[in-house]
């Protein structure tokens, strides 16, 4: 990989996780029900995500969709269903809790890919898990709903529906994949309008949904698929460590969030075993491209 492209994709990269930092808060800071929230959240993504594809394929971007076929479908579903249980979670439990348990979110895919693809999962993968699992467990068990919350629940599920996608995304990836993010809030939208789900939302709301749907996620999505396609994956996921760590930081310092001690000690443990975890992996890269004898070059 060239040093100039290196650099644009850590800077890219760097900045779509400085983007996405607020995102937590941000539902926090919305007064409306968590459906709400999530109804405009998913409505405005998806309008934003159209808008971007349509100047970018024009009249080709039916055709684009129908080359996803039924993996489309499900990525698209999959992705909905996920920005509504993002929701619905930082609602229901802390901001350290969520963002933690969406860290697993790699683990989870290494897994899907053995299941349904057949790829065997790496050694540094299996030995991680453990650990990450037990610093989760650590960080969010001392709430007064305990370790199986509905805000916890809430948040494995969606660690556990953000994973699959990755692994789609990872098996077509000859494929363009961010249609079925606009397709998926324009779904999740539709489906809680069909339900009864209220729209009204205050003019404080307001301003701050669609600063949240129509910018900060847009930008942060758009900077980190620009920038991952330019960086290892091992190093990205390094670069996105950065999000679970001052999420709830900044959740603590707008929203007055605690951040307790049990949370503080689970989470340094997944931080560490996480960025242990790309360190070896991007050694491994190297190894490998070096035994190879061809200079470095992109992993997604």
């Given at each position: 990989m060239a040093a100039s492209e290196h650099r644009r994709g850590l800077l890219l990269t760097?900045?779509?996780?400085?983007?996405?930092?607020?995102?937590?808060?941000?539902?926090?800071?919305?007064?409306?029900?968590?459906?709400?929230?999530?109804?405009?959240?998913?409505?405005?993504?998806?309008?934003?995500?159209?808008?971007?594809?349509?100047?970018?394929?024009?009249?080709?971007?039916?055709?684009?969709?129908?080359?996803?076929?039924?993996?489309?479908?499900?990525?698209?579903?999959?992705?909905?269903?996920?920005?509504?249980?993002?929701?619905?979670?930082?609602?229901?439990?802390?901001?350290?809790?969520?963002?933690?348990?969406?860290?697993?979110?790699?683990?989870?895919?290494?897994?899907?890919?053995?299941?349904?693809?057949?790829?065997?999962?790496?050694?540094r993968t299996l030995i991680s898990m453990p650990f990450a699992l037990i610093g989760v467990a650590i960080a969010v068990g001392g709430t007064s709903e305990g370790l199986l919350s509905d805000g916890n629940l809430f948040a494995l599920c969606c660690s556990l529906g953000f994973s699959a996608n990755l692994t789609i995304i990872r098996v077509n990836k000859h494929l363009d994949m961010v249609p079925t993010a606009a397709c998926g809030g324009f779904l999740g939208c539709i489906t809680l309008a069909i339900v009864g789900t209220d729209a009204?939302?205050?003019?404080?709301?307001?301003?701050?949904?669609?600063?949240?749907?129509?910018?900060?996620?847009?930008?942060?999505?758009?900077?980190?698929?620009?920038?991952?396609?330019?960086?290892?994956?091992?190093?990205?996921?390094?670069?996105?460590?950065?999000?679970?760590?001052l999420s709830p930081v900044f959740a603590a310092w707008v929203?007055?969030?605690?951040?307790?001690?049990?949370?503080v000690i689970g989470g340094s443990m997944v931080l560490g075993v996480l960025v242990v975890h790309a360190g070896v992996g991007l050694k491994e890269l190297s190894a490998d491209e070096r035994s190879a004898g061809s200079p470095p070059r992109s992993v997604t």
């Open positions: 760097s900045l779509g996780v400085v983007a996405i930092i607020p995102d937590a808060t941000f539902v926090r800071l919305v007064d409306a029900s968590s459906m709400t929230n999530a109804m405009w959240r998913t409505g405005l993504l998806g309008i934003a995500l159209g808008i971007f594809l349509t100047v970018r394929y024009r009249r080709g971007l039916w055709g684009v969709l129908m080359t996803l076929g039924r993996w489309g479908i499900v990525a698209s579903v999959l992705s909905g269903s996920g920005t509504i249980l993002f929701v619905v979670a930082v609602d229901r439990a802390p901001v350290s809790n969520v963002v933690l348990i969406l860290a697993l979110s790699p683990f989870w895919a290494a897994l899907w890919t053995k299941v349904f693809v057949g790829v065997t999962v790496a050694r009204a939302l205050s003019g404080k709301d307001f301003v701050l949904m669609l600063l949240l749907g129509l910018i900060i996620l847009p930008v942060a999505m758009a900077l980190v698929t620009l920038g991952g396609r330019l960086l290892p994956s091992p190093e990205t996921a390094l670069l996105l460590l950065g999000e679970t760590a929203v007055g969030e605690d951040i307790s001690l049990r949370a």
